[in-house]
């Protein structure tokens, strides 16, 4: 039997005995070990060290900002918008305390869809569950947790919707703007409307729009402490809300009033629905009054109450979102005339003393067909005129002669040079006629001017002097607004000087934008003609002549809709030999040519004189 040897101790520790460790070779490890380790730390060493110069500094302002995010946030509070006021201070728009409902997602329970709770919402609040929905989604929740659903709801809205206990909506104090007589000013103030983004109240139309970064004010935050299961367990105001500055215009609401009263119910007595009124200061261009009819209600835009109301609106066929005042390009007619006259004397065309006789129509020789005549009527037959009868008269005959010229052979006239449609062109774009004003209000038009090249181009047809005898007395394709008509007409009384209309005052608006002061023949005339317009008992604005003031005018009866409606237009000042207003009564598709707009301007002068002018015994009459 084989006896069995002892095991030792490092033998059972080091593996193996004296003779197992006697016949094992030990050798060193080879040089390329060590230096593929070495490469390898040193690579994860600049791995770790370039991650590390990455994160910070250059993603260090990101990190802290996700960082404190998560610790805290900030909530927007609204400013509350400023207010308007007319030239006197009356308030015209203010901003009135209401409620809004956000909804924190952070509150949100895991797995819940946002869906459930926020038709729960829209419910309450009469809405339409998809627009909450598309409000939710739109949400950069990398900015904010906090998400504004719904504005200026009801205080029995806000009771409801805290009534149902659900943490994620919260119900805030804001703003809501309220519009004074809304209707009245809705062209001039317009309106505001939530921004799509963060639903606070910005200007979309009107001088809401126009001065909406100094009605706006400054919004304010604050910041919700969050503890690391992310809900909130403490608030503070960081930076108090401004609220936007008070905005003075210059409009003059108790005009304004009486004014849009007058043309309602002048419109109303034609069995009519539209027309523009304006009033400007013509020594600054200060605008006095606007009005463009039919109006809607402001209040209809920034309330929520009231938003039914908005689908009707945008559907009227009668456009009362559509500001006729500036947006809104007519054929002037007559009242165009006297800018005629003024081009014409300045020109050299025509002298103070040159008459033309109205016989009631000129005939121009057709070539292609000479039994037949092309006839341009006047429309009445008026003898003789000169420059100051023609426009007291408001004779066609004598401007198609001025404008167009008359050539020989047309039957009772001898020929006599026109201006032209180019220098008539030329002198409407000295006025302003064919550009923006500049006025401080939005979607102004430019009009448009005729250009013979323009019409070959989209109908075929060459320019004939026919055209040029149709721009002559307003018609054709002549197109202007009555903010361009009124300023033009505002530029005679001022004795030549040209304000940009404004709503507004600012140190560009004291200037005049043209000063032709230096045309005093030219414009005496001119002025003496709109007078006896007024004064003499063949003036087509005769029926003002009784009034407490002397009124220097001019009417325009414009024929659209291939002749079978027609525009009636007035425009002139007072008093006429120290004016303090310039007016325009625009009545669309009137029934009996511009006598529709001369007894809504009489009734608005009137007014003005007992109320603004009586008073200051320095004005001359």
């Given at each position: 039997?084989?006896?069995?040897?002892?095991?030792?101790?490092?033998?059972?520790?080091?593996?193996?005995?004296?003779?197992?460790?006697?016949?094992?070779?030990?050798?060193?490890?080879?040089?390329?070990?060590?230096?593929?380790?070495?490469?390898?730390?040193?690579?994860?060493?600049?791995?770790?060290l370039g991650r590390i110069l990455f994160l910070y500094p250059a993603q260090a302002a990101f990190y802290a900002a996700r960082a404190n995010a998560n610790a805290h946030e900030a909530v927007i509070v609204p400013a509350r918008r400023g207010v308007i006021t007319d030239r006197f201070g009356a308030v015209l728009a203010k901003s009135k305390s209401s409620?809004?409902?956000?909804?924190?997602?952070?509150?949100?329970?895991?797995?819940?869809?946002?869906?459930?709770?926020?038709?729960?919402?829209?419910?309450?609040?009469?809405?339409?569950?998809?627009?909450?929905?598309?409000?939710?989604?739109?949400?950069?929740?990398?900015?904010?947790?906090?998400?504004?659903?719904?504005?200026?709801?009801?205080?029995?809205?806000?009771?409801?919707?805290?009534?149902?206990?659900?943490?994620?909506?919260?119900?805030?104090?804001?703003?809501?703007?309220?519009?004074?007589?809304?209707?009245?000013?809705?062209?001039?103030?317009?309106?505001?409307?939530?921004?799509?983004?963060?639903?606070?109240?910005?200007?979309?139309?009107?001088?809401?729009?126009?001065?909406?970064?100094?009605?706006?004010?400054?919004?304010?935050?604050?910041?919700?402490?969050?503890?690391?299961?992310?809900?909130?367990?403490?608030?503070?105001?960081?930076?108090?809300?401004?609220?936007?500055?008070?905005?003075?215009?210059?409009?003059?609401?108790?005009?304004?009033?009486?004014?849009?009263?007058?043309?309602?119910?002048?419109?109303?007595?034609?069995?009519?629905?539209?027309?523009?009124?304006?009033?400007?200061?013509?020594?600054?261009?200060?605008?006095?009054?606007?009005?463009?009819?039919?109006?809607?209600?402001?209040?209809?835009?920034?309330?929520?109450?009231?938003?039914?109301?908005?689908?009707?609106?945008?559907?009227?066929?009668?456009?009362?979102?559509?500001?006729?005042?500036?947006?809104?390009?007519?054929?002037?007619?007559?009242?165009?005339?006297?800018?005629?006259?003024?081009?014409?004397?300045?020109?050299?065309?025509?002298?103070?003393?040159?008459?033309?006789?109205?016989?009631?129509?000129?005939?121009?020789?057709?070539?292609?067909?000479?039994?037949?005549?092309?006839?341009?009527?006047?429309?009445?037959?008026?003898?003789?005129?000169?420059?100051?009868?023609?426009?007291?008269?408001?004779?066609?005959?004598y401007f198609y002669a001025v404008g167009g010229g008359l050539l020989n052979g047309q039957k009772n006239y001898r020929g006599h040079a026109g201006l032209g449609i180019a220098k008539l062109r030329e002198y409407w774009q000295k006025f302003g006629f064919g550009q923006k004003t500049g006025v401080d209000l939005t979607a102004e038009n430019s009009g448009?001017?005729?250009?013979?090249?323009?019409?070959?181009?989209?109908?075929?047809?060459?320019?004939?002097?026919?055209?040029?005898?149709?721009?002559?007395?307003?018609?054709?394709?002549?197109?202007?607004?009555?903010?361009?008509?009124?300023?033009?007409?505002?530029?005679?009384?001022?004795?030549?000087?040209?304000?940009?209309?404004?709503?507004?005052?600012?140190?560009?608006?004291?200037?005049?934008?043209?000063?032709?002061?230096?045309?005093?023949?030219?414009?005496?005339?001119?002025?003496?003609?709109?007078?006896?317009?007024?004064?003499?008992?063949?003036?087509?604005?005769?029926?003002?002549?009784?009034?407490?003031?002397?009124?220097?005018?001019?009417?325009?009866?414009?024929?659209?809709?291939?002749n079978t409606k027609t525009n009636a237009f007035f425009v002139g000042y007072a008093p006429a030999h120290d004016p303090r207003i310039a007016l325009l009564v625009l009545v669309e598709d009137a029934k009996g040519g511009s006598l529709n707009a001369v007894p809504i301007a009489k009734e608005v002068l009137a007014w003005y004189y007992e109320h603004r002018?009586?008073?200051?015994?320095?004005?001359?009459?």
């Amino acid at each position: 039997m084989k006896k069995r040897r002892e095991l030792q101790f490092d033998e059972v520790v080091f593996g193996g005995s004296d003779a197992d460790r006697a016949r094992s070779l030990e050798l060193p490890p080879s040089k390329a070990t060590f230096v593929l380790v070495a490469v390898f730390i040193a690579a994860l060493l600049l791995l770790v060290l370039g991650r590390i110069l990455f994160l910070y500094p250059a993603q260090a302002a990101f990190y802290a900002a996700r960082a404190n995010a998560n610790a805290h946030e900030a909530v927007i509070v609204p400013a509350r918008r400023g207010v308007i006021t007319d030239r006197f201070g009356a308030v015209l728009a203010k901003s009135k305390s209401s409620f809004s409902v956000v909804m924190d997602v952070t509150r949100l329970p895991r797995g819940e869809h946002p869906e459930v709770y926020l038709a729960q919402l829209a419910e309450i609040l009469g809405l339409d569950p998809a627009v909450l929905t598309e409000a939710f989604y739109k949400t950069d929740f990398e900015k904010s947790s906090v998400v504004p659903l719904a504005r200026n709801i009801t205080s029995e809205e806000a009771i409801a919707v805290d009534g149902l206990n659900i943490p994620v909506f919260k119900v805030i104090d804001d703003f809501e703007r309220e519009y004074v007589k809304g209707p009245i000013y809705a062209s001039v103030l317009g309106y505001v409307g939530a921004d799509t983004v963060t639903k606070l109240p910005v200007g979309k139309t009107g001088v809401e729009a126009v001065y909406d970064d100094v009605l706006r004010g400054l919004d304010g935050t604050s910041l919700l402490y969050r503890d690391a299961r992310g809900k909130v367990f403490d608030s503070r105001v960081t930076q108090d809300p401004e609220p936007g500055a008070t905005l003075k215009l210059t409009i003059d609401a108790d005009l304004q009033e009486y004014f849009y009263d007058r043309m309602r119910a002048g419109l109303r007595s034609l069995g009519k629905t539209s027309g523009v009124g304006l009033a400007i200061d013509p020594k600054t261009g200060e605008i006095l009054s606007l009005i463009s009819l039919p109006s809607f209600d402001s209040n209809v835009f920034a309330q929520k109450a009231l938003s039914d109301d908005r689908t009707a609106l945008l559907r009227d066929p009668l456009k009362p979102l559509f500001n006729r005042a500036v947006s809104g390009a007519y054929n002037p007619g007559s009242a165009i005339k006297p800018l005629v006259a003024l081009a014409a004397l300045k020109e050299g065309i025509v002298t103070p003393e040159e008459q033309f006789f109205s016989a009631g129509f000129i005939e121009v020789a057709n070539p292609y067909n000479p039994d037949q005549p092309s006839r341009f009527v006047d429309w009445k037959a008026h003898g003789w005129v000169d420059v100051k009868s023609a426009l007291a008269r408001s004779s066609n005959i004598y401007f198609y002669a001025v404008g167009g010229g008359l050539l020989n052979g047309q039957k009772n006239y001898r020929g006599h040079a026109g201006l032209g449609i180019a220098k008539l062109r030329e002198y409407w774009q000295k006025f302003g006629f064919g550009q923006k004003t500049g006025v401080d209000l939005t979607a102004e038009n430019s009009g448009f001017l005729p250009d013979p090249d323009e019409k070959e181009k989209r109908t075929g047809q060459i320019w004939r002097i026919g055209d040029t005898y149709n721009a002559s007395i307003g018609q054709g394709d002549l197109l202007v607004t009555p903010l361009q008509l009124i300023a033009f007409t505002a530029s005679i009384a001022s004795g030549g000087r040209l304000y940009r209309p404004h709503l507004v005052a600012s140190a560009e608006s004291t200037s005049p934008v043209l000063d032709y002061s230096s045309w005093t023949n030219e414009l005496a005339l001119v002025r003496e003609g709109m007078e006896d317009a007024v004064r003499k008992p063949y003036g087509t604005a005769s029926l003002l002549y009784d009034l407490p003031m002397f009124v220097a005018g001019k009417t325009g009866s414009a024929q659209f809709a291939n002749n079978t409606k027609t525009n009636a237009f007035f425009v002139g000042y007072a008093p006429a030999h120290d004016p303090r207003i310039a007016l325009l009564v625009l009545v669309e598709d009137a029934k009996g040519g511009s006598l529709n707009a001369v007894p809504i301007a009489k009734e608005v002068l009137a007014w003005y004189y007992e109320h603004r002018i009586a008073s200051s015994p320095d004005i001359k009459n």
